[in-house]
């Protein structure tokens, strides 16, 4: 069976990245999504960077029907410092909640051997352990499948993979923030989230810049393209049907246009990979493994 898939709302209502700015443009979108089967959305207190809380607000006024996930507030402009303290944690819970009108918790990036101190806190005392685990996954960013893995399975916990390293707004499809694309290697950033026009593109250029990087992916594109493939194809395909994730786990895609969200689902629904296809994504990962394999 293959993972579910998750809408990322990290971009709405941030101006000048997408048309879902207001409740009205967003209420088509969540029609979109339900017709497609996606009904559980991943959000967060401080989505869209600029206006914290705006995301939740469009959420809570238009997802009826929908699973939600959110996230305590964190502010990203210090080094978070205090900011899991449990006063502050309730009062995001709190108005986390006034915003959405809903609850549950798992836990995001949480480093393995402090994973393993939750549950066995959460073993000792009776308490409900987390449900599920958010982190990064994709073809450039596979470290969760040997460190992290195996502890959730032992635990019933679930995945939630969403790009292949965190950003400051953390919504993405399933292609490491659209570095899989191929669109930067062959520099070509416009309308992406490395464009110098859009709010996270210095930090993003910065993020996936590197030798090693580039030219691991450079061979990606030209090899996947020549067996008529692209490489967003390849690295929705391959999460979908030959990564580790399985039914209970979930793929967090994000888009800026609905025409995306066809276009992601209908990429789902094309099947496996052919076998020399899936032999170049190995090789990819195998070339930046050493850069990448801390990342989860």
Known sequence: MSPKL?????S????????FQDVDSVRP?????????????????????PSPGLAEQLVGSTAEGFVVDTKVLTDVSTDGRG?????????SVDASLGRLKRQSWG????????LEEMLKICEKNGWQKPGYYQGSYSLITRGMETKLLPILRSA???FNGYQGHQTPDRTSRPLAAGFLTGKFVNNDYTGTRFDASSPVGSVMQKMFSGD?????????????????????????????????????????????????????????KKGPLKGNVLALAEELWHDVKSLRSEII
């Open 212 to 268: 090693q990087l580039m030219v691991a992916m450079k061979k990606f594109d030209v090899a996947v393209r020549a067996e008529g493939l692209t490489p967003p194809e390849v690295a929705i395909r391959w999460l979908m049907h030959h990564s580790v994730l399985g039914d209970e786990d979930g793929i967090i895609l994000g888009a800026s246009r609905i025409e995306q969200v066809h276009d992601t689902v209908a990429l789902t």
């Open 29 to 49: 979108l969540m029609s979109t999504l339900k017709e497609h089967g996606i009904t559980q959305l991943d959000t967060a207190a401080r989505y869209p960077p």
């Open 156 to 158: 019933g916990m679930h």
């Open 83 to 91: 900011d899991l303290e449990k006063e502050k944690m309730e009062r």
């Open 6 to 10: 998750i809408f990322g709302t990290g």
């Open 12 to 19: 709405l209502g941030m101006a000048g990245t997408g048309s």
């Open 107 to 114: 836990v995001s990036n949480t480093p393995p051997a402090i």
